[in-house]
């Protein structure tokens, strides 16, 4: 079966702590997107990767970094300088700027809190 | 810069017919995409506007008047299932999706 997994599923951090989330797709898709979601809130973009090693920031990115070493993985680490960081964290994936389909597949989510 | 308005929330009964709007704000616009949420779940693709008019998948339709930078997702049939948030998303020149704010949809019985 073809998808996008996240892990974990749920998180707990302490303050002050760095935290790496997990994403990988299996369906061979170029571009690759992080997005931070709070409650009843839209989606809001942190980072994003068109290419393997390259990826750029979006309009959330403080206190975030990401790598794209490969192109099945797009890990964020959510690092002690994020102020607020509890929220749902979506992986998506999409096939490229070559494609017709402007369809985002999207990974089921970590959900993070900070104790 | 990007952005969209949606409503946030529109209630409904069973069987009736529902219609979520989307205005929006894109530079260099490409299309219009909508994704259905349930609580606690990741978005799911609903459906996608390059061109102006209807696009019908079963009992959603979405429609997109570019001239007006306007689009609507169209919900027929409803059933209790179909209580989620909806969010619209355009894609600029950038190939980067923006997202509304979602609009929680409740159908009661």
């Known amino acids: 079966d073809g998808g996008i997994t996240q892990s974990p599923k749920y998180l707990f951090r302490k303050e002050g702590q760095n935290v790496t989330l997990s994403c990988e797709q299996n369906l061979n898709h170029d571009a690759m997107y992080w997005y931070r979601q709070d409650p009843g809130q839209g989606l809001r973009l942190i980072y994003y990767?068109?290419?393997?090693?390259?990826?750029q920031k979006g309009d959330i990115a403080e206190g975030y970094s990401v790598s794209r070493e490969k192109k099945e993985s797009f890990p964020l680490t959510v690092t002690s300088a994020q102020k607020n960081p509890t929220a749902f964290y979506l992986c998506a994936s999409r096939p490229g700027r070559a494609s017709s389909s402007d369809t985002q597949y999207f990974g089921p989510g970590t959900r993070l809190t900070v104790l | 810069g990007q952005s969209l308005e949606q409503p946030s929330e529109v209630t409904a009964v069973e069987g009736a017919i529902v219609q979520i709007n989307c205005t929006y704000q894109?530079?260099?616009?490409?299309?219009l995409s909508w994704y259905q949420q349930h609580d606690g779940g990741a978005p799911t693709f609903l459906s996608y506007?390059?061109?102006?008019g209807l696009e019908e998948t079963g009992r959603f339709s979405s429609f997109l008047s570019r001239s007006d930078s306007y689009g609507y997702l169209l919900l027929q049939e409803l059933q209790m299932k179909d209580s989620a948030s909806y969010f619209c998303a355009s894609t600029g020149g950038s190939y980067i999706p923006t997202f509304g704010r979602g609009t929680s949809l409740i159908v009661h019985p």
């Open positions: 894109t530079s260099g616009f490409y299309g």
């Open positions: 506007n390059a061109l102006d």
């Open positions: 990767s068109q290419i393997v090693n390259d990826f």
